[in-house]
């Protein structure tokens, strides 16, 4: 009941900051947990952060508190991640993911639709 198209992604020397957004299409997006997952060069996927309905609840990977905020427009149905002090290591294909689930999850399987992902460089 959803697509996904991530945008935003790029080059940025470290310490420097990007804002990604993932725009939804459909009529149901309020109804969405929303969560970004990332995979890097020879990782595996990991979670990142995730969103609840509202907004009013948020999850992040201890690697990224304190530098990415996830936040979500209901009304452009749009979820961005604001991701400063940027590192090399932070270098992935980064996803967007909505779930029907009620409450924040932070594993992939947990999640029913995806985007096509944005690639994230970050330079040292």
């Known amino acids: 009941q959803v697509q996904l198209v991530e945008s935003g992604g790029g080059s940025v020397q470290a310490g420097g900051s990007l804002r990604l957004s993932c725009a939804a299409s459909?009529?149901?997006?309020?109804?969405?947990?929303m969560g970004w997952f990332r995979q890097g060069p020879g990782k595996e996927r990991e979670f990142v952060a995730a969103?609840?309905?509202?907004?009013?609840?948020?999850d992040y990977a201890d690697s990224v508190k304190g530098r990415f905020t996830i936040s979500r427009d209901n009304a452009k149905n749009t979820v961005y991640l604001q991701m400063n002090s940027l590192k090399p290591e932070d270098t992935a294909v980064y996803y967007c993911a909505a779930t029907h689930r009620s409450v924040v999850v932070t594993t992939w399987y947990e999640y029913d639709y995806w985007g096509q992902g944005t690639q994230v460089t970050v330079s040292s």
């Open positions: 969103i609840s309905w509202s907004g009013s609840s948020t």
């Open positions: 459909g009529r149901t997006f309020r109804t969405y947990v």
